[in-house]
Nanobody, 122 residues
Framework: QVQLVESGGGSVQAGGSLRLSCVAS????????MAWFRQAPGKKREGVAV???????NYADPETGRFTISRDNAKNTLYLQMNSLKPEDTAMYYC????????????????WGQGTQVTVSS
């Protein structure tokens, strides 16, 4: 079993930056894919970025160039660096993990955090 705890969300003005963190605990050796999802009110949950043990990463098209996903294995922590934030980035952001190689956007990750709110004002 794996537990995930997100932090780093908050309110920021358009054009600003935030770095989200997700600390994993438990059987962390079992994790292969880790990802960030987001869900805005009235919208479906969507994949933002995914990072895998094979070193591969993928980003949703609108976020390419603005967001960077990374993992610090020594700290068992996943990060999402978000730059040039826009009001449409406002959402609850969730960390997810899975022992399988998963594509970006696949929503059946077996482990999920509680979410951290990101609000971008204009």
């Amino acid at each position: 079993q794996v537990q995930l705890v997100e932090s780093g969300g908050g309110s920021v003005q358009a054009g600003g930056s935030l770095r989200l963190s997700c600390v994993a605990s438990g059987y962390t050796y079992s994790i292969y894919s880790m990802a960030w999802f987001r869900q805005a009110p009235g919208k479906k949950r969507e994949g933002v970025a995914v990072n895998r043990d094979d070193g591969s990463t993928n980003y949703a098209d609108p976020e390419t160039g603005r967001f960077t996903i990374s993992r610090d294995n020594a700290k068992n922590t996943l990060y999402l660096q978000m730059n040039s934030l826009k009001p449409e980035d406002t959402a609850m952001y969730y960390c997810a993990a899975d022992p399988r190689w998963l594509v970006l956007g696949k929503t059946d990750f077996v482990y999920w955090g509680q979410g951290t709110q990101v609000t971008v004002s204009s």
